[in-house]
């Protein structure tokens, strides 16, 4: 099944990714240093990486020890990961949507700081808002809970307390018609016919995989799927195809057990 992992386009992970994915996968629990080293020896990645790249994020408040050698989630990654890891219940976040949008103003907020923007794009990405004009990020209103549970995520995120965050459902003909716009659909439902049929060709095959290039696989194209769910932008219907959507998201969750178990067996982890 390498032909499908090749054909997808899809870039190695650098060590960052590789601990603070199996760390999310974990659900609160912890990883060896050891099997961190093992992990990205899948990779390529050196003994020595690994171990630096734990110190990093270790300062960082991205990681903490759990005992000596061993790691768990620090303060900053469990905020990130407690969104990402809702990616199996995205559709449960999703009400009715009757034409309202949510919009983020950040035209006032100060540009030099790279950091910064690039906490604040990715926050605002993860919420599937597009920038309708200068520094006006917007998304259709159709989250449970509102424009408040909107902010809540956006500031969860890390983005700034000084950005406005607020219900807008009164905008002009051509702005209408260019917010409707800003959302590819069509490539959207094509990513996610394209990976149904991947996941399930690959599941289907697997156990004829030895376990290396198993765990090594499933970790490519489980990572690929669930961040293209984490940074789907869930629009509505009759933006989008949700029926569609779903199906992505089922199958996602077949090949995530699926995954899991396979880096139970390559780690040597007790069921």
């Keep these: 099944m390498t032909e499908i992992v090749n054909s997808c386009n899809i870039s190695e992970p650098d060590p960052r990714r590789v601990v603070l994915n199996l760390l999310r996968a974990a659900g609160g629990g912890a990883l060896g240093a050891p099997e961190a080293v093992k992990a990205g020896a899948l990779f390529g990645i050196s003994a020595n990486s690994m171990r630096v790249t734990l110190a990093r994020l270790s300062r960082a408040g991205?990681?903490?020890?759990?005992?000596?050698?061993?790691?768990?989630?620090?303060?900053?990654?469990?905020?990130?990961?407690?969104?990402?890891?809702?990616?199996?219940?995205?559709?449960?976040?999703?009400?009715?949507?009757?034409?309202?949008?949510?919009?983020?103003?950040?035209?006032g907020l100060p540009r030099s700081d790279r950091k910064l923007l690039r906490t604040r794009s990715r926050a605002l990405s993860m919420l599937g808002m597009?920038?309708?004009?200068?520094?006006?990020?917007?998304?259709?209103?159709?989250?449970?809970?509102?424009?408040?549970?909107?902010?809540?995520?956006?500031?969860g995120l890390g983005l700034e307390k000084e950005a406005a965050v607020f219900g807008v459902d009164d905008l002009d003909g051509d702005r209408q018609r260019a917010a409707m716009a800003l959302w590819a659909a069509d490539?959207?439902?094509e990513t996610y016919r394209q990976s149904v049929a991947r996941l399930d060709a690959w599941m289907a095959n697997a156990a004829a995989l030895p376990l290396d290039v198993a765990a090594r696989e499933s970790f490519l194209l489980g990572d690929d799927a669930i961040r293209r769910i984490v940074f789907d932008p869930m629009l509505p219907a009759p933006l989008v195809d949700?029926?569609?959507?779903?199906?992505?998201?089922?199958?996602?969750c077949r090949f995530d057990d699926l995954g899991r178990r396979i880096w139970d067996d390559f780690l040597g982890r007790a069921a």
């Design 62 to 107: 991205l990681v903490e020890a759990a005992a000596r050698g061993v790691y768990r989630l620090g303060p900053a990654g469990r905020a990130i990961a407690a969104d990402v890891s809702g990616w199996r219940e995205a559709e449960t976040r999703l009400a009715p949507w009757q034409g309202r949008w949510v919009a983020a103003a950040t035209g």
């Design 130 to 155: 597009r920038e309708l004009e200068n520094g006006l990020y917007i998304r259709p209103d159709n989250f449970s809970g509102g424009v408040a549970a909107v902010r809540a995520r956006l500031a």
């Design 187 to 189: 490539a959207l439902e």
């Design 242 to 252: 949700a029926a569609q959507r779903h199906a992505f998201i089922e199958a996602a």
